[in-house]
């Protein structure tokens, strides 16, 4: 596996406040969650609430277990904002915070601070689209910024491929560009997600593969309405796929 630790910003010209403050809203709603399964439950986003427009209260049947819903927000669309700053345990947080905290910056670099927010909300909420869209009866409340922070990836990929990655690997740190450990991250998302589907699981080891698969793919796309008009104001053209700066 690649495991990235870090990577070039000597050309970062901003000092990332969205990207800190992401960080910190993170981290704090977590703490929230700790020993309080009411609002982890209730604020997380439960496909068949989306789909049916309705709070689901109760035990529902997930596998051979049951689990508690409980009262969400006045609107279960809200659901699909709040759960985007959920996290399930401290690894799933901790590894989340880490991809944001190395290539999050860089992206809030070059939309500057309102735009990347926006790019970021809006990858993130059709991350929770797409998986709805593939799992609409479901009840398993999802929740996590893996499907954002994938659409940060997908747009690093595209503006920094040749960027240098460091990576932990076989015991020793190494560096690639972002192209190769970008990339591989992403075609695991879409074998693991795809495959789940074929194999007739929405999400598989508890990981929803087409959230992820669905923030990326809006990442690579977002990025080039995004970023027409941020600094300097060209559009993206096929130099922009090699371009280091």
């Not at 998986?131 to 409340?141: D, Y």
Request: proline share 5%.
């Amino acid at each position: 596996m690649l495991f990235p630790i870090g990577d070039d910003n000597s050309e970062r010209t901003i000092v990332p406040l969205v990207n800190y403050t992401l960080l910190g809203v993170n981290i704090l709603v977590f703490l929230n969650q700790i020993d309080n399964p009411a609002f982890t439950y209730g604020y997380s986003v439960v496909p068949a609430e989306i789909t049916s427009g309705r709070d689901i209260i109760g035990a529902v049947p997930i596998g051979d277990q049951r689990v508690q819903l409980y009262p969400g927000p006045f609107s279960v669309y809200i659901t699909l904002l709040s759960a985007m700053f959920m996290h399930g345990d401290w690894g799933h947080l901790l590894g989340n915070m880490l991809y944001l905290w190395i290539f999050g910056d860089n992206i809030e670099d070059r939309l500057g601070h309102v735009k990347y927010l926006l790019f970021y909300l809006l990858c993130g909420l059709l991350a929770s689209a797409t998986h709805i869209w593939f799992g609409p009866r479901s009840v398993v409340p999802s929740l996590g910024a893996s499907g954002a922070i994938a659409g940060v990836l997908g747009a690093y990929l595209i503006l920094y491929p040749r960027k240098n990655v460091r990576i932990f690997q076989f015991g020793r740190i190494v560096e690639m560009p972002a192209l190769m450990v970008i990339g591989f991250w992403g075609l695991l998302q879409f074998f693991s997600g795809f495959g789940s589907l074929a194999a007739g699981v929405g999400e598989s080891g508890g990981v929803a593969y087409m959230a992820h698969v669905g923030g990326f793919v809006a990442g690579v796309i977002l990025i080039f309405l995004f970023r027409m008009g941020a600094h300097g104001g060209h559009s993206p053209t096929l130099r922009d796929w090699n371009d280091d700066d």
